[in-house]
Structure formats: C-alpha cells, structure tokens
C-alpha cells in the first residue's frame, strides 16, 4: 500500500542546512496528508511538520517555525524536508509518514497509517 523511504539524513555543523526527501511507493499519494516526526533517545516521538495532500496547506511545530520547509511533489510522489539553521536540538531521528485523509494536517503519530524507516539526523555543537 504505502511504503515510504526517507533519504538524506546525516551529520551537520549547527548553522548548516540539510534536505531530507521520503518517495512513497503507490498510485494514491496524492490523497495522502503528509508528515514528519522525529525522535531522539529516551524522547518520544514528536511532530515537526506536516502537508496536506495539495501542498496548499503546511503546518510546523513551534521549535521549526522558521527554519524548516515542507514541500511535496505529487508526480514524483515526494515529500521534501528543508531544515536550515540546524541546531544541537535537532538531533534525531527523523520519520516521514502518510495520513489516509484528505482535510488539514494533523499532528498526532497515532492518525498517521504508513511510516517510513527513519533517517538519523545529528547536528554537531
């Protein structure tokens, strides 16, 4: 139905930039609200920012507000993630996942039907 594949995670010097990209592999992505999540050790997993299925409509958490940009293409069936400014904090691992909805974005892990592996994120000091 829904498999998901995060890409493009890695290790970064706070202020540094990095884009992570998720491609799902199916014929209705374009119905699917999308996500990401991360979490670091011992911390549960959070929202970061989500899109609706037109890309009109984006969401972010207030610790991203400014400095990542969620975007999707739904020919290439991609989400994209841009974070700039990266700080220590940012650090974790960063899940994309697919909400089977056609309304605004939510931000509750449990709502969302499919998940990628995840990506790690590091951001040095």
């Known amino acids: 139905q829904g498999q998901l594949v995060e890409s493009g995670g890695g290790l970064v010097q706070a202020g540094g930039s990095l884009s992570l990209s998720c491609t799902a592999s199916?014929?209705?992505?374009?119905?699917?609200?999308m996500g990401w999540f991360r979490q670091a050790p011992g911390k549960e997993r959070e929202f970061v920012a989500a899109?609706?299925?037109?890309?009109?409509?984006?969401d972010y958490a207030d610790s991203v507000k400014g400095r990542f940009t969620i975007s999707r293409n739904n020919v290439k069936n991609t989400v994209y993630l841009q974070m700039n400014s990266l700080k220590p904090e940012d650090t974790a691992v960063y899940y994309c996942a697919a909400d089977v909805w056609l309304g605004e974005p939510r931000r509750i892990p449990i709502q969302y039907d499919y998940w990628g592996q995840g990506t790690q994120v590091t951001v040095s000091s």
């Open positions: 899109i609706n299925w037109s890309g009109t409509y984006t």
């Open positions: 199916t014929h209705t992505f374009d119905t699917y609200v």
